[in-house]
């Protein structure tokens, strides 16, 4: 039986465009689906949180002269275009995959609401979550934060590039010191970055853990959600 029965993870958008400077890499997609294919024949109900950096990333578009507003919201389409692209090759490995968003767009996706997601993951399906929060000054860290309180998530898992929390950026700085397990009150006193402040919140005020690892290195989300090793870093309440 699987450590985890119900997860979400949040994968940024960066993530998916591979060693491009932006767009999708198919590679990236397949390789991401093999992994995830794991958790569902294993029976893991599992929620998606993706990012749109690879796309378009509102408060970039900020700083280059769009509306503030206006860009988190093409930042938010953003996120429905990955989503849709993994919806494509996950479906293409047999899993079958249903997106949510925080914008309604007919025909391509439903409105998220707590009710839907829940009942799609009691069906066998896997949940792809875009759009946000449907709100612009909102990261998607924050709607996946959101999402796992809403769908009751044993976890947010989040994929990133490091293999964990590091006392300092360990691409940066070689003497960095990687956290196996720190608390979220540690998180707060070290100024370490893990999520941003609205989304670590919410996850510290509901109890709700969070693991960072390496979504890179084949089988680590395996090791994590159905054997239960300790993979990254888990950050959790004392």
Same mark, same amino acid.
Not at 5 to 19: A, Q
């Given at each position: 039986?699987?450590?985890?029965?119900?997860? #979400?993870?949040?994968?940024?958008?960066?993530?998916?465009?591979? *060693?491009?400077?932006?767009?999708?890499?198919?590679?990236? #997609?397949?390789?991401?689906?093999?992994?995830?294919?794991?958790?569902?024949?294993?029976?893991?109900?599992?929620?998606?949180?993706?990012?749109?950096?690879?796309?378009?990333?509102?408060?970039?578009?900020?700083?280059?002269?769009?509306?503030?507003?206006?860009?988190?919201?093409?930042?938010?389409?953003?996120? @429905?275009?990955?989503?849709?692209?993994?919806?494509?090759?996950?479906?293409?490995?047999?899993?079958?995959?249903?997106?949510?968003?925080?914008?309604?767009? *007919?025909?391509?996706?439903?409105?998220?609401?707590?009710?839907?997601?829940?009942?799609? #993951?009691?069906?066998?399906?896997?949940?792809?979550?875009?759009?946000?929060?449907?709100?612009?000054?909102?990261?998607? *860290?924050?709607?996946?934060?959101?999402?796992?309180?809403?769908?009751?998530?044993?976890?947010?898992?989040?994929?990133?590039?490091?293999?964990?929390?590091?006392?300092?950026?360990?691409?940066?700085?070689?003497?960095? #010191?990687?956290?196996?397990?720190?608390?979220?009150?540690? @998180?707060?006193?070290?100024?370490?970055?893990?999520? *941003?402040?609205?989304?670590?919140?919410?996850?510290?005020?509901?109890?709700?853990?969070?693991?960072?690892?390496?979504?890179?290195?084949?089988?680590?989300?395996?090791?994590?959600?159905?054997?239960?090793?300790?993979?990254?870093?888990?950050?959790?309440?004392?």
């Amino acid at each position: 039986m699987a450590k985890y029965k119900r997860i #979400l993870l949040k994968l940024s958008g960066e993530s998916l465009r591979g *060693d491009s400077l932006n767009g999708l890499d198919p590679q990236v #997609l397949n390789s991401f689906s093999k992994e995830i294919l794991s958790l569902y024949r294993a029976g893991v109900e599992i929620a998606i949180v993706i990012g749109g950096g690879n796309i378009f990333r509102g408060i970039e578009g900020h700083s280059k002269g769009f509306d503030r507003v206006q860009g988190d919201y093409m930042g938010m389409l953003a996120t @429905v275009i990955n989503g849709m692209a993994m919806q494509y090759t996950f479906e293409q490995h047999d899993m079958p995959t249903r997106i949510l968003s925080g914008m309604e767009i *007919d025909p391509v996706c439903e409105k998220m609401s707590r009710r839907r997601a829940i009942e799609y #993951l009691e069906q066998g399906k896997v949940i792809i979550v875009t759009g946000g929060t449907g709100n612009p000054y909102f990261t998607t *860290d924050t709607a996946a934060a959101l999402r796992a309180v809403e769908i009751k998530s044993q976890v947010i898992i989040k994929g990133t590039r490091v293999d964990g929390v590091y006392s300092d950026d360990p691409e940066k700085n070689p003497d960095a #010191l990687k956290f196996d397990t720190i608390s979220f009150d540690d @998180v707060y006193k070290k100024k370490l970055k893990v999520m *941003d402040m609205t989304a670590f919140t919410i996850c510290h005020e509901n109890n709700l853990p969070i693991i960072v690892f390496n979504m890179n290195k084949e089988n680590n989300l395996s090791k994590i959600v159905i054997e239960g090793k300790n993979v990254g870093t888990i950050v959790k309440n004392d």
